[in-house]
Protein backbone atom coordinates (compact mmCIF):
# COMPACT_ATOMS: atom_id res chain seq x y z
CA UNK A 1 0.00 0.00 0.00
CA UNK A 2 1.56 3.65 -0.18
CA UNK A 3 1.43 6.90 1.08
CA UNK A 4 -1.49 8.34 2.24
CA UNK A 5 -2.66 10.93 -0.83
CA UNK A 6 -2.00 14.23 -0.45
CA UNK A 7 -5.34 15.02 -2.30
CA UNK A 8 -8.41 15.82 0.68
CA UNK A 9 -11.29 13.68 1.25
CA UNK A 10 -13.62 14.07 -1.73
CA UNK A 11 -16.46 12.39 -4.17
CA UNK A 12 -14.94 10.68 -7.21
CA UNK A 13 -16.74 11.01 -10.33
CA UNK A 14 -18.84 7.38 -11.39
CA UNK A 15 -20.92 8.21 -14.15
CA UNK A 16 -23.88 5.98 -14.93
CA UNK A 17 -22.23 2.25 -14.86
CA UNK A 18 -20.83 3.73 -11.15
CA UNK A 19 -24.23 4.38 -9.97
CA UNK A 20 -25.46 1.28 -11.60
CA UNK A 21 -23.40 -0.99 -9.71
CA UNK A 22 -24.00 0.84 -6.49
CA UNK A 23 -27.50 0.16 -6.76
CA UNK A 24 -27.27 -3.36 -7.98
CA UNK A 25 -24.68 -3.83 -4.82
CA UNK A 26 -27.24 -1.74 -2.28
CA UNK A 27 -29.91 -4.56 -3.06
CA UNK A 28 -27.81 -7.28 -2.30
CA UNK A 29 -26.59 -5.58 1.00
CA UNK A 30 -30.32 -5.18 1.90
CA UNK A 31 -30.68 -8.90 1.34
CA UNK A 32 -27.96 -9.68 3.50
CA UNK A 33 -29.09 -7.35 6.25
CA UNK A 34 -32.38 -9.28 6.08
CA UNK A 35 -30.67 -12.96 6.47
CA UNK A 36 -28.77 -11.47 8.85
CA UNK A 37 -32.40 -10.28 10.75
CA UNK A 38 -33.87 -13.64 10.19
CA UNK A 39 -30.64 -15.06 11.74
CA UNK A 40 -29.90 -13.02 14.93
CA UNK A 41 -32.76 -14.98 16.58
CA UNK A 42 -31.72 -18.50 15.62
CA UNK A 43 -29.87 -21.15 16.69
CA UNK A 44 -26.37 -21.07 15.45
CA UNK A 45 -24.87 -24.56 14.34
CA UNK A 46 -21.47 -26.13 13.30
CA UNK A 47 -21.19 -25.60 9.89
CA UNK A 48 -21.23 -28.77 7.02
CA UNK A 49 -21.51 -29.95 3.56
CA UNK A 50 -21.88 -27.43 0.96
CA UNK A 51 -22.21 -24.89 3.87
CA UNK A 52 -18.67 -25.36 4.38
CA UNK A 53 -17.57 -24.40 1.18
CA UNK A 54 -19.69 -21.42 1.14
CA UNK A 55 -18.62 -20.01 4.44
CA UNK A 56 -15.27 -20.39 2.76
CA UNK A 57 -16.23 -18.21 -0.72
CA UNK A 58 -18.35 -15.57 1.20
CA UNK A 59 -14.93 -15.47 3.65
CA UNK A 60 -12.55 -14.91 1.04
CA UNK A 61 -14.45 -12.11 -0.41
CA UNK A 62 -14.61 -10.45 2.97
CA UNK A 63 -10.88 -10.51 3.76
CA UNK A 64 -10.26 -9.02 0.48
CA UNK A 65 -12.67 -6.12 1.09
CA UNK A 66 -11.08 -5.60 4.68
CA UNK A 67 -7.89 -5.11 2.81
CA UNK A 68 -9.93 -2.98 0.54
CA UNK A 69 -10.58 -0.46 3.32
CA UNK A 70 -6.69 0.55 3.15
CA UNK A 71 -7.17 1.34 -0.43
CA UNK A 72 -10.04 4.18 -0.17
CA UNK A 73 -7.88 5.31 2.92
CA UNK A 74 -5.37 5.94 0.43
CA UNK A 75 -7.77 7.23 -1.68
CA UNK A 76 -9.62 9.46 0.18
CA UNK A 77 -12.85 8.78 -1.61
CA UNK A 78 -15.88 9.60 0.71
CA UNK A 79 -18.48 7.66 -1.55
CA UNK A 80 -15.88 4.34 -1.58
CA UNK A 81 -15.53 4.61 1.86
CA UNK A 82 -18.72 4.52 3.18
CA UNK A 83 -19.33 1.54 0.30
CA UNK A 84 -16.62 -0.57 0.95
CA UNK A 85 -17.99 -0.20 5.00
CA UNK A 86 -21.47 -1.28 4.79
CA UNK A 87 -20.22 -3.91 2.00
CA UNK A 88 -18.21 -4.93 4.85
CA UNK A 89 -21.32 -5.15 7.09
CA UNK A 90 -23.45 -7.13 4.72
CA UNK A 91 -21.05 -9.98 3.96
CA UNK A 92 -20.55 -10.22 7.69
CA UNK A 93 -24.14 -10.28 8.34
CA UNK A 94 -24.25 -12.76 6.00
CA UNK A 95 -21.83 -14.75 6.92
CA UNK A 96 -23.51 -14.87 10.27
CA UNK A 97 -26.84 -15.55 8.61
CA UNK A 98 -24.64 -19.15 7.20
CA UNK A 99 -23.92 -19.98 10.57
CA UNK A 100 -27.40 -19.94 11.97
CA UNK A 101 -30.13 -23.08 11.71
CA UNK A 102 -32.04 -23.00 9.57
CA UNK A 103 -29.41 -20.92 6.94
CA UNK A 104 -30.26 -17.96 4.96
CA UNK A 105 -31.52 -20.09 2.32
CA UNK A 106 -32.90 -18.46 -0.82
CA UNK A 107 -31.77 -14.89 0.57
CA UNK A 108 -28.03 -16.26 0.01
CA UNK A 109 -28.74 -16.73 -3.72
CA UNK A 110 -29.91 -13.57 -4.66
CA UNK A 111 -27.44 -12.01 -2.49
CA UNK A 112 -24.79 -14.01 -4.91
CA UNK A 113 -27.00 -12.71 -7.56
CA UNK A 114 -26.83 -8.97 -6.99
CA UNK A 115 -23.35 -9.23 -6.17
CA UNK A 116 -22.37 -10.59 -9.25
CA UNK A 117 -24.73 -8.66 -11.10
CA UNK A 118 -23.04 -5.86 -9.40
CA UNK A 119 -19.69 -6.95 -10.33
CA UNK A 120 -20.23 -7.22 -14.16
CA UNK A 121 -21.32 -3.65 -13.90
CA UNK A 122 -18.14 -2.89 -12.53
CA UNK A 123 -16.23 -4.85 -14.88
CA UNK A 124 -18.05 -2.89 -17.73
CA UNK A 125 -16.66 0.08 -16.08
CA UNK A 126 -13.66 -0.07 -15.88
CA UNK A 127 -12.81 -1.23 -19.70
CA UNK A 128 -15.22 2.45 -20.68
CA UNK A 129 -13.86 4.32 -18.29
CA UNK A 130 -10.33 3.70 -18.01
CA UNK A 131 -10.26 4.25 -14.33
CA UNK A 132 -6.70 3.66 -12.88
CA UNK A 133 -5.92 2.47 -9.12
CA UNK A 134 -2.76 4.45 -8.54
CA UNK A 135 -0.09 2.56 -10.59
CA UNK A 136 -1.65 -1.27 -11.07
CA UNK A 137 -2.18 -1.99 -14.26
CA UNK A 138 -6.36 -1.63 -15.58
CA UNK A 139 -5.84 -5.32 -16.35
CA UNK A 140 -5.10 -6.21 -12.63
CA UNK A 141 -8.11 -4.22 -11.47
CA UNK A 142 -10.32 -5.79 -13.68
CA UNK A 143 -8.97 -9.48 -12.87
CA UNK A 144 -9.47 -8.31 -9.14
CA UNK A 145 -13.35 -8.13 -10.39
CA UNK A 146 -13.28 -11.10 -12.32
CA UNK A 147 -12.33 -13.05 -8.97
CA UNK A 148 -15.24 -11.73 -7.56
CA UNK A 149 -17.57 -12.37 -10.03
CA UNK A 150 -16.36 -15.68 -9.73
CA UNK A 151 -16.99 -16.36 -6.01
CA UNK A 152 -20.45 -15.34 -6.45
CA UNK A 153 -21.06 -17.55 -9.43
CA UNK A 154 -19.69 -20.25 -7.44
CA UNK A 155 -21.22 -19.45 -4.63
CA UNK A 156 -24.28 -19.06 -6.29
CA UNK A 157 -24.01 -22.68 -8.06
CA UNK A 158 -22.84 -24.98 -4.81
CA UNK A 159 -26.27 -23.23 -3.24
CA UNK A 160 -28.33 -25.08 -5.55
CA UNK A 161 -26.54 -28.34 -4.30
CA UNK A 162 -27.11 -27.53 -0.43
Known amino acids: MTAVSDKGWHVGDYGRLGWAE ?11 F ?18 VFELLLLGVAE ?7 GDRIVE ?16 LG ?4 LLAEPGPG ?9 MFAGEVIKLGFLRTT ?5 EVAPVVVQGLVVSYAA ?3 VALVAWQFA
Do not use: Q, W
Open 22 to 32: TAVKAVAFAIA
Open 130 to 134: GFRVR
Open 34 to 51: VALAHALDRELARPHGIH
Open 76 to 91: RELIAMGFVCIANAAH
Open 63 to 69: LGLILAV
Open 151 to 153: IYA
Open 106 to 114: VLLSLFCAF
Open 94 to 97: MLFA
